[in-house]
């Protein structure tokens, strides 16, 4: 009878040893998985999450997430619609822990200059916040062109329309300068 209690214990051991193996694969397989989970797929994990974005800049954007692109996401505020460049972003809070990633690769190529292209088209009044200078400091307009890496913003006071009369200056703004892009009118329209 000992050798039955010797080969139970021994055969308990090697279970355990197993099971301890097992579970050093399962993590070791997880942190190489997590290894290729960009911050977009992160971010598509997230959608009709309500999260919190800092910028680099000084402002916090907080709304439900409605877009994760391949170089920027939108946020929908409850009378606004924000576009926020992933490279302007310091820090997310209230991401999910599900990563998805884009199966169509039209969309990977759709970038940060496919959505401003859009806003133009639809001739939408927006602030723009950017990158350095002072956070309060904020550019009313209507973006008139997107070029490859630049837009063309016609200035106007804050609530006016693009007009020839009242567009003041048209000034080309850098993607790299571009903090946030908020449009005007309610989430969603």
Same mark, same amino acid.
């Given at each position: 009878m000992r050798w039955d209690a010797l080969f139970d214990d021994m055969e308990a051991q090697l279970a355990? #040893? *197993? #099971?301890?193996? &097992?579970?050093?694969?399962? %993590?070791?397989? %997880?942190?190489?998985?997590?290894?290729?989970?960009? !911050?977009?797929?992160? !971010?598509?994990?997230?959608?009709? @999450?309500?999260? #919190? $974005?800092h910028l680099f800049s000084g402002p916090v954007f907080e709304g439900v997430l409605s877009h994760a692109g391949s170089?920027?996401? $939108?946020?929908?505020?409850? *009378?606004? *619609?924000? !576009?926020?460049?992933?490279?302007a %972003?310091? *820090?997310?809070?209230?991401?999910?822990?599900?990563?998805?990633?884009?199966?169509?690769? $039209?969309?990977?190529?759709? +970038? @940060? +200059?496919?959505? !401003?292209? +859009?806003?133009?088209?639809?001739? %939408? #009044? $927006?602030?723009? &916040? @950017?990158?350095?200078?002072?956070a309060e400091a904020a550019l009313h307009g209507v973006i008139d062109t997107v070029g490859r890496d630049f837009l063309d913003l016609a200035l106007t006071r804050e609530g006016e329309d693009r007009r020839p009369a009242n567009a003041r200056q048209v000034v080309a703004i850098p993607f790299g300068a571009l903090a946030s892009v908020r449009s005007v009118g309610a989430a969603g329209g």
């Open positions: 355990a #040893r *197993q #099971r301890l193996d &097992f579970e050093a694969e399962i %993590a070791e397989r %997880a942190l190489v998985d997590s290894a290729g989970v960009e !911050l977009a797929d992160r !971010l598509r994990g997230s959608l009709g @999450l309500s999260i #919190r $974005v170089e920027a996401l $939108v946020l929908d505020e409850p *009378q606004h *619609q924000v !576009l926020i460049p992933y490279a %972003a310091a *820090q997310y809070g209230g991401l999910s822990r599900v990563a998805v990633s884009e199966p169509s690769t $039209v969309r990977r190529r759709l +970038g @940060l +200059g496919s959505a !401003l292209r +859009g806003l133009a088209s639809k001739r %939408a #009044r $927006v602030t723009i &916040f @950017l990158s350095h200078g002072r």
